[in-house]
């Protein structure tokens, strides 16, 4: 994404995502998944905010992974991905090739929504990735239900929207899954190494936290 499409989606994303924290409600089933953040969960999807009803959005068009063939989707190659997974040994190893399948260049170039979809903002069905490839928040989505698929639960990972200080500020998006009790492991789309969570509060600043069973709001450090 371009510097200023970059801004001006991150404006857009993270003005929602302040003023759905003073709506949410407290709940024990979502925790930040960035060590060192305080977060507001909540199971409450009618909150109008482009993440959210982004994500939404994208689980309809997603109908649990239906198999698609389109100008716009293709579910050819899925099955495979997730049988290499699946087979990849414990959760890190499943998440390492993960990682490496969803960030392969080759077939997954980087693009930005208005080039793919003519809209500043697209949340992506994995299907629809495998297509027409995608940008950040995509090759996250891309990676979660890869992972579901493969076995990990869906309480263990979360898609977080957050502002990258390596990229001046500007909005990115990563997954985080859980690995253990005490491990926390981040996949990024511009490294193929997996990173830890407890050593990325210099880069990272997390915004928005969302999985299929409740969605959480970062609401700043301890």
């Not at 305080?38 to 959210?52: L, P, Q, R, Y």
């Not at 253990?180 to 600043?205: P, Q």
Request: hydrophobic share 45%; proline share 4%.
């Amino acid at each position: 994404m371009t510097p200023k499409l970059r801004r001006a989606s991150a404006m857009l994303l993270f003005g929602l995502i302040a003023s759905a924290a003073f709506k949410a409600e407290a709940d024990s089933s979502a925790t930040a998944m960035i060590p060192g953040w305080k977060a507001v969960s909540s199971t409450n999807w009618d909150v109008k905010t482009s993440g959210i009803q982004s994500w939404r959005q994208m689980l309809t068009h997603w109908a649990d992974g239906k198999d698609c063939e389109s100008k716009t989707c293709s579910s050819a190659g899925w099955p495979a991905m997730v049988a290499a997974v699946t087979a990849a040994g414990d959760v890190v190893a499943k998440m390492k090739l993960a990682n490496s399948l969803i960030n392969d260049r080759a077939p997954h170039p980087y693009k930005e929504d208005i080039k793919n979809w003519g809209v500043t903002e697209y949340w992506e069905t994995p299907y629809e990735f495998l297509k027409k490839s995608g940008d950040t928040e995509d090759f996250a989505i891309a990676k979660y239900f890869l992972l579901k698929a493969a076995g990990v639960p869906i309480d263990d990972m979360q898609i977080i929207m957050a502002r990258a200080k390596s990229l001046g500020g500007l909005g990115h998006a990563i997954l985080a899954v859980r690995t253990d009790s005490t491990h926390i492991l981040i996949l990024d789309n511009r490294i193929m190494a997996l990173l830890d969570a407890t050593l990325l509060n210099d880069e990272f600043k997390p915004a928005l936290g969302v999985n299929e069973s409740s969605w959480c709001v970062y609401a700043g450090q301890h």
